[in-house]
């Protein structure tokens, strides 16, 4: 779930758990503004128009055939626009950049649960296989960064967490888009400029001998 971003993982783990108690969990944390109501099966099926109250509950291989049955023609930019702007003005499933800071830094300080948790939850973000050119692309080698993208249509996102060198501290950082009109890879490059804009800044700047986060 957490290093290859395999959905079906993280629907195992949310079943468990349950999206209310999830939510409520980043309630009783004073995060407002992470909100969980949909498995990723359900939210993807969503962003594609399909049945999902029939197709939801399908186990990924008979997922998989229903939908190989009921193919639909190849649809164009525009129908992929439309699908980003529902999701876009969808409330549910959403989350700020300001939240994931917050959580983030809870992580970091053992408050979200126990330390030995948060540690171990920080050394699989580490461990994160995606989005390589997105916080990480553009800061220099060697870098550790602790984090986890997110990708859908126009949603293309990375948080996580940046160790400076040096003993300079560390920079939690969040950058999140939605309804955007160009590839993949540009966005991720505009996300890698922003995380190396904020690696400078905090890291010759702001001082050592500060910890900020960066939103």
Not at 2 to 26: E, F, Q, Y
Not at 83 to 96: E, G, I, K, L
Not at 141 to 156: N, Q, R, S
């Given at each position: 779930m957490m290093m290859i971003s395999d959905n079906s993982a993280a629907d195992i783990c949310l079943a468990k758990a349950g999206a209310a108690r999830v939510t409520a969990r980043m309630r009783s944390l004073g995060?407002?503004?992470?909100?969980?109501?949909?498995?990723?099966?359900?939210?993807?099926?969503?962003f594609q128009g399909q049945d999902t109250a029939r197709l939801k509950d399908l186990a990924r291989d008979d997922l998989r055939e229903a939908l190989r049955r009921e193919a639909r023609p190849q649809q164009g930019l525009e129908a992929r626009f439309a699908a980003d702007d529902r999701v876009a003005a969808d409330p549910r499933d959403n989350a700020t950049p300001n939240a994931m800071v917050m959580l983030l830094e809870k992580i970091w300080r053992g408050e979200a649960v126990d330390r030995t948790a948060s540690d171990a939850m920080l050394e699989l973000l580490k461990r994160c296989r995606t989005g390589a050119g997105r916080i990480p692309g553009l800061l220099p080698g060697g870098t550790v960064v602790a984090h986890k993208t997110g990708t859908l249509g126009g949603v293309v996102d990375d948080v996580g967490i940046v160790y400076l060198p040096d003993g300079a501290g560390h920079v939690a950082i969040a950058v999140m888009s939605k309804r955007t009109r160009v590839s993949t890879e540009e966005v991720e490059r505009t996300i890698a400029h922003i995380a190396r804009y904020a690696y400078d800044y905090f890291l010759f700047t702001a001082g050592a001998a500060t910890k900020p986060s960066a939103e």
């Amino acid at each position: 779930m957490m290093m290859i971003s395999d959905n079906s993982a993280a629907d195992i783990c949310l079943a468990k758990a349950g999206a209310a108690r999830v939510t409520a969990r980043m309630r009783s944390l004073g995060i407002e503004g992470i909100r969980v109501d949909r498995s990723c099966q359900e939210l993807i099926l969503d962003f594609q128009g399909q049945d999902t109250a029939r197709l939801k509950d399908l186990a990924r291989d008979d997922l998989r055939e229903a939908l190989r049955r009921e193919a639909r023609p190849q649809q164009g930019l525009e129908a992929r626009f439309a699908a980003d702007d529902r999701v876009a003005a969808d409330p549910r499933d959403n989350a700020t950049p300001n939240a994931m800071v917050m959580l983030l830094e809870k992580i970091w300080r053992g408050e979200a649960v126990d330390r030995t948790a948060s540690d171990a939850m920080l050394e699989l973000l580490k461990r994160c296989r995606t989005g390589a050119g997105r916080i990480p692309g553009l800061l220099p080698g060697g870098t550790v960064v602790a984090h986890k993208t997110g990708t859908l249509g126009g949603v293309v996102d990375d948080v996580g967490i940046v160790y400076l060198p040096d003993g300079a501290g560390h920079v939690a950082i969040a950058v999140m888009s939605k309804r955007t009109r160009v590839s993949t890879e540009e966005v991720e490059r505009t996300i890698a400029h922003i995380a190396r804009y904020a690696y400078d800044y905090f890291l010759f700047t702001a001082g050592a001998a500060t910890k900020p986060s960066a939103e």
